[in-house]
């Protein structure tokens, strides 16, 4: 019930995004398990993210969500969004995003672990773990202009911005977990205009990597 709140209030959204470039969206698997991984610059990504998809998202979500009472509430009622620590490895977090892939549902993850309006960093090993565990499909997607939406109320102005989503993947599941997340960010690099594929040289880091 939740989630159709969420997803009614989207819909909205998606009216809204009349500007916006969608590209690529035929790369989105329709069924199964599979993990969406994106780059992460505004805190509309996620909402933008659940009005352009064709199927219900699951999120992993910063820990910190959960803790005022009255996001807490709707967090918890909404299966699609479980809690991850960040700074260390969850195990939680990994087995709880494993068990929704293993169901079929298209989980997201922002594999820098934050906002990074300023191009690509360095991604958590955590999400080429996850990926090389869970055997399903990688889905690299990149976020184009989204910094220029602060907040969902500036969605009302019609922003200009683009969604590109990429070919899936599989990651090898002998893969090393560093490895396996520099092959996973590179993808997202590869959807991104130059100027906005890496700040403090993770770029030219993640393509010696790939």
Known sequence: ?????????????KALLTRAHIVGLGHFPRSGGVLVVSNHVSNADPVILMAVAPRPLAFMAKAELFRPWATRVILDSWRGAFPVQRGGADVRAVRDALALLEAGAAVVVFPEGTRRPDGLERPHRGIGYLAARAACPVLPVALVGTEAVEGLWDLRKRPLFEVRFGPPFFVPPDATDEVAADRIMCAVAELLPPERRGADGAEDQLLVAH
């Open 1 to 13: 019930m939740v989630y159709s709140a969420i997803r009614s209030f989207t819909l909205v959204v």
